[in-house]
Structure formats: C-alpha cells, structure tokens
C-alpha cells in the first residue's frame, strides 16, 4: 500500500494515517488516481469526466475463524470489469483481533459519472504468520476468508449520507450451512484538492494507569467527526509502551483527513492490549483551529471519560498537549514537474549470454529476418513512448552491459550506439536504431553485473546534485532478470538511494524474477549493502513485461506506479521546493 504500514507490523503498535502522507495513489489500477499517470494522458487530450473518491470502510459481527483468539481482518476492493474479472483497487490495513473493526486506510477510486462502476469487497482474516508482512504482499489465497459484499459505487454516492451498509455472504465453513457473516459499512467523501498539512508533535501526562502488573501502553486514535454523528478515523499515533506519560512520534495531517480547521476531531487516548479490546483512558473534542491555539498558549487539555449514566463527563487528570504546531505546504508530483524540475531518463540493456543466441527463434534477442520485433524490442518501443514523454530533451545516455565488444573484452558498460565517445541516443528511434547495431557488433556474454549501470547513472546523478541542477534521473534497466551480482547490485543501489535517482528495471520473458523481487523492496524493508549500511529511500520499481502483455496492468500505469513517490521522497526529505516555489 505503500507509505501507511499495515496495522499488525509489530504487533499492530505502528502509527497508522498519519504519519509522512502518501503522496499519490500506489495502486496499480486505472480507478485510482496516480498523478503522473493522468498527467500522460490529459497530455493526449483524454480528459475523463470523474471525481476522485475516497472510501472509509467499517464491520460489524464477522465470523471468528481464530481458534484462540479473535480474526484479524482486513478488507480488499475490487472492481469488476466488463468481462467479469476482478481488478483489485485497494485494500485496507490489517486490524488485530477484532470482528467489528473501523479501518483506517482509506482506499480511493475514480467516481465516473457515465458508467457503472460495480463494487466487489471481500475480507480476510489475514494468518498469524503474516502479521510482518506489508499488506500489499499478501498473498489473499493463503489467509482466511470472511465473506464479501457487493454494490455500484453510484449507490453509494446518492444515498443522503453518503453511506450504506451491506450484509457479508459467501462460502464460509461447512457446505450448505447457512450463518450469518456480518455487515460491512462503507462512508465515501469526494477529496479536497488542498495542499495543506498540519504536522503536530503531541504528548500526554498524568494518565490513568488501567494496568494492574505494568503502565498503560497509550496510543492516539483521531476521528473526524460527520453529519449524523458519523466517526471517521483518520490516523493512529504508534503505542509508547509502559508509560503514562508519553511522547509521541509527529502527526501530519492533510486537508482531506481534517476536513478545515473547525470540523470537529475525537481524540481518544487508549491503553493497548493484544487481545484488540483496547480499553479507553479518555478523549477530547478539538478542531484543529483549537489545538493550533493550545500550541500558541502553551496549555493543555484535559481528557475527560463519558459517563456511563446521564450524568457530566468525568474530568480526568490526563491531559493532552501540543508542544508544536506547523501548517504547511506539501507540494505534488506535478507541482515539481510543471515548475521546471526535469526528469531524466538513461537506459541499460542486457546484452548476456542467458538470454539466448539471437540467431535463434527462441532468444529473447532474435534478430528476425522479416523483421517481427523481438522482446526487447517490444520493451523498447512500450517503455520508451512513456519515458520519452516526461523526458525534456528526448536524449538518453544509452548502454548495454555484459556483451563482448569489437575489442574482445566483455564490458559491463558499453556505449549502446558504438561510439567510442558520447553515449547519448535521440528520441526511442534512437535507442531502437542503437540497439539493432549493437546486436550485429557486440557477442553475447557475461556474466550479469548491474552494479557498473548503476554507478555510472549514479555519477550522472552525483555531478548534476554538486551543480544544484533541478534534475531528478531515472535509470531503465530492460533485463531477463538472470542476475550474477546481487550482493554488489544492493551496494552500488544502497550509495545511490542518496542521490536524485531511480532504477526502474523491466524484466523480459518468463524467467524465475525472484531477485528483482528482492531487489524492489516492496516488502517494507529496505535494502541493506554488505556493510550493514541501509538505503536510504527505496528507489527501485520492477516491471515484468509479460503483466502487461495480459493484461493485467497498463504499461503506463505500471512504469509510473512508484515514480512519483520515490521522486517526492527525495525532495521532501531534503525540502528542495518546485522551481521558483516558495519555501515550505
């Protein structure tokens, strides 16, 4: 899912919502919006008449298929296309045992007025094996099923509310026993076209201890609240264990999470327990507007506990303050594009023995005689139409690596035109045009060493930082996957999660592509260099080609998935602004 973790990574004690905002959708769908994505196609003059949608979802009454102790449910959408089949759009973080759960990831979809958009959710109860594992790498055959639900999201958008419940069905426990399965609540809200974050640093003293052996383990829940008395939970603080007195890690909120700065929050302070009947210590009810004022005043407010008959609140001596209040810009993907920040795009092909002998039929670099494109061609033309559109100057320094040259030697980075100096190809016909030379004048060889593309796109990178040049750069990759230099591929991609750099790395054919797996970090840990040193940012996206040749995503979609991100990650972290832009 992306930059929001799952809720059972350590033991559903992470901060959830509102930590470092996600800066764009990270779904490889065409329902949800990616900015770099739209932009492509507006560019085209497709301009599709939609609004983006955000959904909050909620169940009551699942079905418990823990033994122990309580499921550990976790909701996916999809969406159903013309032909039947299910494309999968979002899914939620994973809530530890509980069967009436109020999740709060959100999960965004295009509304598109003139069609019909049916709605597919299934929930699971993701295994105790699994609860390190980022829930966009769950595989969903291997975790519990719980029932799904159906609807049109233009149901859900003319209901009053703007809200409906659905009652869960499906094919759970023994055959031809009817059970009820729960209901499913879904909230949607267009989104707020706003740039404005809050960032607070927030911390507690004198709570109430509800341990009898320890402290209370505190933790922030923060709610909007909506008409009807309708709580949406828009972030969760991480658990500070053993303390009553507990500093927490900043808040960033955006707009469409706070809604403006009067709408109501509920702010309940809760003790944490495993069992996922976590017990309320107190709570409040403040705007951001009031807590921008404690800030300023330097006060506090207390928690207060509901009454359990009709009598006042209790008064509580735990109190809740804001030691620093920050409203900011964060600027998008497009903010920086439009502004004059270039991306610039270099290209790496693998020229290695394991790809076959281009003379026959079966090698991915078959030089056919009536001119059929081989599979990296195919790549080459695909992949270039979308990269040589964000490209200002249409000219990309242009490699092969791991053929043996004219000279004999095998090189692991030779220039892809054949010229002894000067590297850069113009425009996909130059690369096309490069790469037929180079297959009549370079062998295939090895063995597979990406480190050395790498290093010299890194240089690039390194010397265009020391000029402050308002450049980011991207490395293409195009590859059979077979590679021979992990351990040196994960240190030159370490030192270079430093610099303004991705490696975008297309895979072609049917290999095992389990390295490049590894190699794209989607596991939620980073890559950590034979030094113990860890990457800084991940910077690494995979594409395998033959997803895209099925169908299952769009070569647009999947190129861009996760540049935004990694560009945003780079220049947030360092505060470099759009070009011209004013200070953050």
């Known amino acids: 899912m992306g930059n929001c973790l799952t809720g059972d990574v350590a033991g559903g004690k992470q901060a959830i919502g509102g930590v470092q905002q996600r800066p764009t959708s990270t779904t490889t769908n065409n329902a949800a919006q990616n900015d770099a994505v739209d932009f492509f196609f507006r560019s085209r003059g497709q301009y599709p008449l939609f609004s983006q949608i955000e959904l909050s979802l909620s169940a009551s009454n699942l079905i418990d298929r823990d033994i122990t102790s309580k499921s550990d449910p976790m909701a996916v959408m999809y969406l159903r296309k013309k032909d039947g089949k299910l494309e999968e759009i979002g899914r939620t973080e994973v809530i530890l045992n509980s069967l009436n759960p109020n999740w709060i990831e959100k999960i ?8 019909v958009q049916n709605l597919v959710f299934h929930v699971y109860d993701v295994d105790t094996r699994y609860h390190n594992v980022p829930v966009k790498s769950l595989k969903l055959k291997e975790q519990d099923y719980l029932g799904e639900a159906t609807c049109v999201l ?4 003319t209901k009053p509310n703007r809200s409906m419940t659905l009652n869960l069905h499906g094919n759970v426990g023994p055959a031809g026993v009817s059970r009820k399965l729960g209901t499913l609540s879904i909230q949607a809200e267009e989104t707020i076209a706003s740039k404005t974050v809050v960032e607070m640093n927030l911390r507690s003293v004198h709570l ?3 341990d009898l052996f320890s402290k209370s383990d505190p933790f922030l829940r923060i709610s909007r609240l909506v008409e009807n008395s309708i709580v949406v939970p828009v972030c969760r603080t991480e658990v500070v264990d053993n303390n009553l007195n ?26 944490f327990n495993t069992s996922g009947n976590h017990e309320l210590i107190g709570r409040t009810e403040k705007s951001v507007a009031e807590l921008e004022r404690l800030c300023q005043q330097r006060e506090a407010v207390n928690f207060v506990y509901p009454s359990t008959s009709r009598g006042r609140n209790k008064v509580l001596k735990g109190q809740l303050i804001v030691d620093r209040f920050v409203e900011k810009v964060q600027y998008s993907f497009l903010d920086y594009i439009s502004s004059g920040f270039e991306l610039n795009f270099m290209v790496a092909v693998d020229f290695t023995a394991s790809n076959g002998d281009p003379r026959t039929p079966s090698s991915l670099h078959y030089n056919d005689p009536s001119g059929r494109m081989n599979s990296y061609q195919k790549a080459i033309m695909e992949v270039g139409e979308v990269i040589q559109f964000y490209d200002s100057d249409r000219r990309f320094p242009a490699w092969g690596f791991g053929g043996r040259t004219a000279d004999g030697h095998v090189s692991h980075a030779f220039n892809l035109n054949g010229a002894p100096y000067g590297d ?22 090895g063995p597979t060493l990406f480190s050395h593309v790498v290093d010299k796109a890194a240089h690039i990178a390194s010397e265009s930082l020391s000029q402050n040049s308002p450049k980011y750069f991207v ?25 303004p750099l991705s490696v975008l790395i297309v895979g072609v054919g049917n290999t095992d592509f389990a390295q490049m797996e590894i190699l794209d970090a989607d596991k939620g840990r980073r890559l950590e260099s034979s030094t113990g040193r860890v990457a800084t940012r991940d910077i690494v996206q995979f594409v395998p080609m033959r997803e895209v040749h099925s169908g299952q995503v769009s070569v647009v979609q999947a190129l861009l998935e996760e540049l935004p991100g990694q560009f945003l990650s780079y220049v947030r972290c360092r505060n470099i602004n759009p070009v011209g832009a004013t200070a953050i």
């Open 246 to 271: 507990p500093t927490w890690k900043p808040v960033c909120l955006t707009m469409q999470q706070f809604g403006s700065k009067d709408t109501p929050l509920l702010i309940e302070c809760l003790d």
């Open 154 to 157: 233009s149901e859900i958008m």
């Open 208 to 210: 109430d201890n509800k």
């Open 475 to 499: 490395l293409l990759i195009i590859t059979d996957g077979v590679l021979t230099d992990m351990a040196g591929t994960i240190d030159a991609l370490v030192r270079a999660s430093d610099l």
């Open 108 to 115: 965004t979809v295009s509304f598109q007025f003139e069609t």
């Open 424 to 445: 850069e190809v113009v425009g996909v016909e130059g690369i096309m045009s490069a790469y037929s030379s180079a297959l009549t004048n370079v062998a295939l060889a």
